[in-house]
């Protein structure tokens, strides 16, 4: 009869937990599945080969699901935004072309800045005076803000208003006193608030010259 085998002789055997003996078998499940006939492209059996393995070794599955759930979320919330900016670029697109009259009025204000704007440049405020007039109390202002206060809706559009006004004001101002430096930063102010109007509004693609 054979001599009984002493447990102190026998190779010591690695415990492996249940939750890694899983994770062997999917991985060894996968590397089996690659030996087969391939079906898809190399590249990608390579990604799914990655994401199983990297799924079974972190137990990461789970947050992915959410994460998908998350997004599609994220999407339809995304999509209502565009649809309801699309719905305001409409509307306003409808009522910059009912009011002709108000366009013509900025349009009329684009040419005046760029004289006033090429007089300055040229030293010439006299030339300047004569396009802006002695003070903001004229027609062709008055006609300006009728077509701002038309064509403004958000607060920021009004901002911006505001600003145009105070730097009109100050270069009015600027080029009846003869200063020639202050005439510039009041002139690059109100072009700039200007400028930035049209963009909130989207007349910045209907005007010419901006």
């Not at 306003?92 to 760029?114: C, H, M, N």
Request: charged share 25%; hydrophobic share 40%; with cysteine.
């Amino acid at each position: 009869m054979a001599a009984a085998v002493s447990s102190s002789s026998l190779p010591a055997v690695p415990v492996i937990s249940l939750s890694n003996r899983r994770q062997l078998i999917i991985c060894k499940a996968v590397n089996e599945a690659s030996l087969s006939p391939p079906i898809l492209s190399k590249r990608s059996l390579c990604v799914s080969i990655s994401s199983v393995c990297v799924l079974a070794l972190t137990g990461k599955g789970h947050f992915d699901a959410n994460g998908a759930i998350l997004e599609a979320d994220d999407d339809e919330e995304l999509l209502e935004k565009v649809k309801r900016d699309r719905k305001k670029r409409i509307e306003r697109q409808g009522v910059i072309k009912s009011s002709t009259k108000e366009t013509a009025y900025l349009q009329d204000l684009v040419y005046k800045l760029s004289k006033v704007g090429q007089a300055i440049e040229n030293k010439d405020l006299s030339a300047a005076s004569s396009v802006l007039g002695p003070s903001t109390d004229t027609e062709w202002v008055s006609k300006i803000n009728s077509a701002f206060n038309k064509l403004s809706s958000s607060p920021e559009e009004k901002t911006e208003v505001d600003n145009f006004n105070s730097s009109l004001s100050s270069l009015i101002s600027s080029v009846s006193g003869k200063d020639i430096e202050a005439s510039k930063k009041a002139f690059v102010a109100s072009a700039s608030a200007l400028e930035k109007w049209t963009v909130l509004t989207g007349l910045n693609e209907q005007l010419k010259g901006l």
